[in-house]
């Protein structure tokens, strides 16, 4: 097991820079996700530091060591990517097998343990049965998991993981990820993950990368990237449906600090928050602009008035689903979601009846504007 | 619209002679919204096609309010379809594309313009009417592609994986677009997918087909509390239902002889008189409840194995006491602090029980609604 150190890594494709100075530290034994949208640079960091892509300016170590100029061979590291590599004219169990034969670890395993260690293996991902089986004749989502099981089937310094289960269809993606925290706490092993998948991201990992355009936006554990989400940005990567936006005026009425949307509604801030949502007002063509951020979950809905700070929309759309139900609102550049918990035959609001909105105070955020909301484009 | 009814259909491909479909039948209701849910493989594909009429029926009858449509070609059948692949045409416009199946059918300017500007205004498409497919992004294209599919009132609305690709920015959008236009216009729409949840929130009712045969179909309280077999039991819910082995003790409760040296638990809900001692009991990790410490009724001793955070929830796999140290999963809210190796207890209360003979419920269980 290894310390994986990055310092100032950047990547260069031409002029454009892919990752841009990026720092952190996977501690030996730690599961660190990379996680962003598409196009943030999580696999070229992950290529850069399994040797297989070049490292523009900044240093990798390992261990204290720089690897910067040893080859990806030199590098004591396992890889799954998500287009699977699987070796065509091999059957599954040679491919897994393959890494273990591989001279230059030198583990001259016998046959039988070598057996041993494949079997083990397959048979905790669930592919067990498809030993003998050329890829060709695999779905996409056994080839994956073959893949992962060739990455796994070693002890290397560090696995090196690039959206290792993004594939499989949901009830297997849920049980392998299942599976993969098993084999993580199993063997204490140094993993980096990539995945555009908040839920991956949050359920495995002892710390979270956010990358945005090849930048570290955001570095903390899934609890605090969940509560704490440091922009617009990290807000709206995560849940299902994400976080709401909402753009307004941020000013005051009868002393009182007031958050105005257009003149569909607005709201008294209160006490610290107040002080949050001056601190991210902006001057735009003339009028003070902030950001509110609010979860879907965080927000309660109700046919009488609940108290004064709620306000009236009309409902857009009802989804319902085995446990709670999204309520839709429309506003002028983004829909609004409210999720209530209510059981399967127990929602009776209709589309276009108004209702009663009213946001958890203690759950609202401020941000400074940082990405378009342009969320009904 | 129309009310669709497959009687028998079957679908056998002549190469290797492959069963797509074995002997499928169900009524499509007039104005239904309706999931054809199933993992891949399962027959949804062949079935989507037969419905088109862009695939032949091996055997049996597909008929639109009760005529025979087995003959038909698509554009007669009057189907609109949208694809997971939008399938745009790439050198028409957006408002060209939208007014092409109106067009097809010879309908006036006049009118095609004003059915146009009415989806478009319903789908936010106005500002891009006059721009092409190759400059929209993912989201952009599956709204042209739902609004080429929604522009008239065909006899069925076929969806074939709209939005199972998207991330979940637009996935949430989406879904509340379809919600809202099935709302407004009550087409007939058969919606395909393999993501349970996705069938589960949208529809109305839910078809579930797997190796070719279908499994249930049913309003989304009967596929959750009284799934037809094991196999719509597991498929339906995340994460999956957990699934124990028994012994019932008497017409009220049962025995789990691998945990904690024989716990009780009772349950509620009509058993079959015919049922075998050894039954499989089954519970959904949304319907366990987690105690730290233990209560007289219905509660076994477990220990913390995982956790696994998801946001709003957290997932905590548990082993329960006992020699076959069998794990459950249970869902609880993630405000909780709960560490590994933790001691607790769960509790199942008797209506959220299942049991389950071979692979077919014996418990007839009380619906919600």
């Not at chain 2, 400059?135 to 065909?154: D, E, I, K, N, T």
Request: with cysteine.
């Amino acid at each position: 097991m290894a310390e994986v150190k990055l310092e100032g890594v950047t990547k260069l494709y031409g002029r454009k820079k892919a990752v841009d100075g990026v720092s952190v530290t996977c501690r030996e034994g730690e599961f660190l996700s990379i996680f962003g949208p598409t196009g943030a640079g999580k696999s070229t960091i992950l290529k850069m530091i399994a040797g297989i892509e070049e490292i523009s300016a900044g240093t990798i170590r390992f261990n204290g060591e720089v690897v910067n100029d040893l080859p990806p061979q030199a590098r004591n590291v396992s890889m799954a990517f998500e287009s699977y590599n699987l070796y065509p004219h091999m059957n599954v169990y040679d491919n897994v097998a393959f890494p273990l034969r591989a001279p230059r670890w030198g583990l001259k395993l016998d046959r039988a343990e070598e057996r041993r260690r494949v079997t083990e293996i397959a048979d905790f991902l669930g592919i067990g049965e498809l030993l003998e089986r050329l890829p060709q004749h695999l779905s996409g989502g056994q080839k994956q998991r073959v893949s992962l099981a060739r990455a796994l089937v070693r002890r290397p310094e560090v696995y090196l993981l690039d959206e290792p289960i993004a594939h499989l269809d949901a009830r297997l993606k849920f049980s392998t990820q299942s599976l993969l925290k098993e084999f993580a706490s199993q063997y204490g092993s140094t993993i980096i993950y990539v995945t555009h998948d908040y839920r991956e991201a949050l359920a495995l990992s002892h710390r979270i990368v956010v990358l945005r355009r090849g930048a570290i936006e955001q570095e903390g554990t899934p609890l605090e990237v969940f509560h704490t989400p440091k922009s617009d940005f990290v807000g709206r990567l995560i849940g299902e449906p994400p976080m709401n936006l909402i753009d307004g005026e941020a000013g005051s009425r009868e002393g009182e600090a007031w958050f105005q949307v257009g003149d569909r509604f607005g709201l008294a801030i209160r006490g610290p928050l107040a002080e949050g949502m001056r601190a991210c007002t902006r001057t735009e063509g003339g009028r003070s602009v902030a950001r509110l951020g609010i979860r879907p979950e965080n927000v309660r809905v109700s046919r009488t008035q609940p108290g004064p700070t709620a306000f009236q929309l009309p409902v857009y759309a009802l989804v319902q689903e085995a446990q709670s139900t999204v309520i839709t609102f429309e506003l002028p550049e983004t829909f609004f979601y409210v999720r209530t918990q209510q059981e399967i035959g127990s929602a009776n609001y209709r589309v276009g009846e108004p209702l009663w909105v009213d946001l958890d105070p203690a759950k609202i955020f401020f941000f400074p504007k940082t990405v378009p909301l342009a969320s009904k484009a | 619209m129309s009310q669709v009814e497959l009687r028998s259909l079957w679908k056998i491909y002549p190469r290797g002679n492959v069963v797509g479909v074995k002997e499928l039948s169900f009524t499509i209701q007039n104005e239904e919204f309706l999931a054809i849910l199933g993992p891949s493989g399962g027959g949804k594909s062949s079935t989507l096609r037969m419905l088109a009429g862009l695939e032949d029926i091996t055997r049996g009858e597909l008929a639109f309010d009760g005529k025979v449509v087995n003959h038909l070609g698509p554009a007669e059948r009057n189907v609109a379809l949208a694809f997971e692949s939008y399938a745009l045409y790439q050198r028409l416009s957006v408002y060209e594309n939208i007014a092409f199946p109106l067009r097809a059918r010879g309908m006036r300017r006049a009118e095609v313009e004003k059915k146009v500007r009415w989806i478009a205004e319903l789908l936010d498409l106005n500002p891009l009417l006059k721009k092409y497919p190759g400059s929209l992004a993912g989201g952009q294209q599956q709204r042209v592609s739902l609004a080429r599919a929604f522009v008239r009132r065909p006899n069925l609305t076929l969806l074939d994986e709209p939005i199972s690709h998207m991330d979940q920015r637009l996935r949430a959008e989406i879904r509340a677009r379809i919600r809202h236009l099935h709302e407004e216009m009550h087409n007939t729409t058969v919606y395909v997918t393999h993501d349970q949840a996705e069938a589960v929130s949208l529809c109305d009712r839910v078809v579930i087909l797997h190796k070719a045969q279908l499994q249930q179909i049913g309003t989304v309280d009967e596929i959750w509390n009284r799934p037809a077999n094991q196999f719509v039991a597991s498929f339906v819910g995340e994460p999956a239902m957990n699934f124990l082995p028994a012994r019932l003790r008497d017409r009220a409760s049962v025995t789990l002889p691998q945990v904690d040296h024989g716990a009780v638990l009772s349950f509620q809900g009509e058993l079959e008189p015919s049922s075998a001692a050894e039954v499989t009991l089954g519970i959904r990790p949304q319907e366990i409840k987690v105690l730290r410490s233990a209560e007289v009724a219905n509660t076994l001793p477990c220990a913390v194995r995982l956790l696994e955070f998801q946001g709003e929830s957290t997932v905590l796999t548990l082993t329960m006491d006992g020699p076959a140290k069998d794990s459950v999963k249970v869902a609880v809210p993630a405000g909780e602090p709960y560490a590994v190796g933790e001691r607790l207890w769960l509790k199942m209360r008797p209506e959220s029980i299942h049991l389950f003979q071979g692979d077919r419920p014996v418990l007839r269980r009380r619906l919600l609604s």
